[in-house]
């Protein structure tokens, strides 16, 4: 079936680039997503990729898509205390649904 | 754009007793709505399914008739937890797309509380 995995915590310097990975089993996915979710709020869509594409650049954030693999990764430069928050991996499953992982957790260290 | 809101943000109920919430997409129409439930330091998961005028799709394992879905129109969609026990306490999302199924933008959420 269906899975999406991710790390659960990852701790980085405030300034230094974080980068987050996820790997997925459905081979089929056209999309793959990162979500952002600050403490008791909802999901905020941050950036997403085609299947058919590798890279995806937008301002700090870098999506980067190993199809091969089945592993996706998001790095963040220059992180900030605003970033602070939980990143869900998400697939776009031929079912027809969104496949979130678990989060993963990032905190700033001053 | 695309801006979904859900009401209410928090709720604390007792047990025994039936809690609604509210998704409405406030700037677009929603053909279809998902349901999301989230447990503390989870993931979501998906509950059920829901399109403009017909009924729910719920995934296995998701009780129909504990958790009722209504969405009577393409800005509303309502979730209605019936004689809701502790366990039922969780964060609930909901989200809509105004087109293909891969673009969902998601409301804030509602916390569930049962004592």
């Known amino acids: 079936g269906e899975d999406v995995e991710q790390s659960l915590f990852l701790s980085v310097r405030e300034g230094d680039s974080s980068v987050i990975n996820c790997t997925y089993t459905d081979s089929s996915s056209t999309y793959l997503y990162w979500y952002k979710q600050e403490p008791g709020a909802g999901l905020q869509l941050l950036t997403y990729?085609?299947?058919?594409?590798d890279m995806k650049q937008d301002q700090r954030l870098t999506v980067l898509l190993n199809k091969k693999d089945k592993h996706l990764s998001l790095r963040i430069a220059d992180t900030q205390t605003g970033d602070s928050a939980i990143y869900f991996c998400a697939e776009y499953s031929n079912a027809s649904k969104i496949i979130f992982g678990s989060g993963t957790r990032l905190s700033i260290q001053p | 754009g695309a801006v979904v809101s859900q009401h209410p943000s928090w709720v604390i109920c007792k047990s025994g007793t039936s809690v609604k919430i509210e998704c409405r997409s406030l700037?677009?129409?929603?053909?279809?709505m998902f349901w999301y439930r989230q447990f503390p330091k989870q993931s979501l998961m998906l509950m059920a399914t829901?399109?403009?005028?017909?009924?729910?799709?719920?995934e296995q394992g998701v009780e129909k008739d504990k958790f009722l879905i209504n969405h009577a129109s393409l800005t509303l969609s309502t979730l209605t937890v019936t004689s809701a026990h502790p366990e039922d306490s969780s964060f609930y999302i909901c989200?809509?797309?105004?087109?293909?199924?891969?673009?969902?933008?998601f409301g804030p959420g509602t916390r569930l509380t049962v004592l």
């Open positions: 829901s399109n403009e005028g017909s009924k729910a799709t719920y």
């Open positions: 990729i085609f299947s058919n594409m």
């Open positions: 989200s809509a797309t105004r087109g293909g199924w891969n673009e969902q933008f």
């Open positions: 700037d677009f129409q929603a053909t279809t």
